[in-house]
């Protein structure tokens, strides 16, 4: 008897055009993490994906061992959550509940007037939540046509892309 090749097609959504297979697992824009429209809430399935996560060629994807699947993310994968002030810079909070401080000339501004950044050592992109934007939003000023970042003496203008 010789054996078919497994048929994983079923798993795949209709019009998937991703590179790899899909994870089945959505982030929205707030960072909230689902499968297949149920809630991502447990704290040890969290860890994992938040610790297997890769930005590749501008695709998100969870590599585990051996094993890639791609994500639906609608924004960025990574939020930020908090921004707080601590000496000459800014610590933010992540979506992960980990802290980590600002690259401050990691900051642009997209589309709809979002701020983003860089995070986890510049490898991916965050958007910030309205709460932490409107808790940097006391550092930035005016500058020319656009805006600046000003910690102490230091101002990071803010590109736009």
């Keep these: 008897m010789s054996e078919r090749p497994l048929d994983l097609s079923s798993f795949?959504?209709?019009?998937?055009?991703?590179?790899?297979?899909?994870?089945?697992i959505q982030v929205n824009a707030q960072g909230e993490l689902s499968h297949q429209g149920a809630p991502l809430i447990h704290p040890?399935?969290?860890?994992?994906?938040?610790?297997?996560?890769?930005?590749?060629?501008?695709?998100?994807?969870?590599?585990?061992?051996?094993q890639s699947c791609q994500l639906e993310v609608e924004d960025t994968f990574w939020v930020v959550r908090g921004a707080s002030r601590r000496d000459q810079g800014v610590?933010?909070?992540l979506s992960d509940g980990s802290s980590e401080p600002l690259d401050p000339t990691s900051l642009w501004i997209g589309a709809g007037e979002v701020l983003y950044c860089r995070v986890k050592a510049g490898a991916m992109p965050a958007r910030f939540l309205r709460q932490a934007y409107y808790q940097i939003a006391e550092?930035?000023?005016?500058?020319?046509?656009?805006?600046?970042?000003?910690?102490?003496?230091?101002?990071?203008?803010?590109a736009r892309r």
């Design 12 to 24: 795949i959504p209709p019009g998937w055009r991703g590179k790899l297979p899909p994870c089945l």
């Design 91 to 93: 610590v933010l909070t």
């Design 44 to 66: 040890g399935i969290l860890e994992l994906i938040y610790q297997s996560v890769r930005f590749e060629d501008g695709v998100y994807l969870l590599r585990i061992g051996q």
């Design 139 to 158: 550092l930035i000023e005016e500058e020319g046509e656009g805006f600046a970042l000003v910690l102490g003496p230091d101002r990071y203008p803010l």
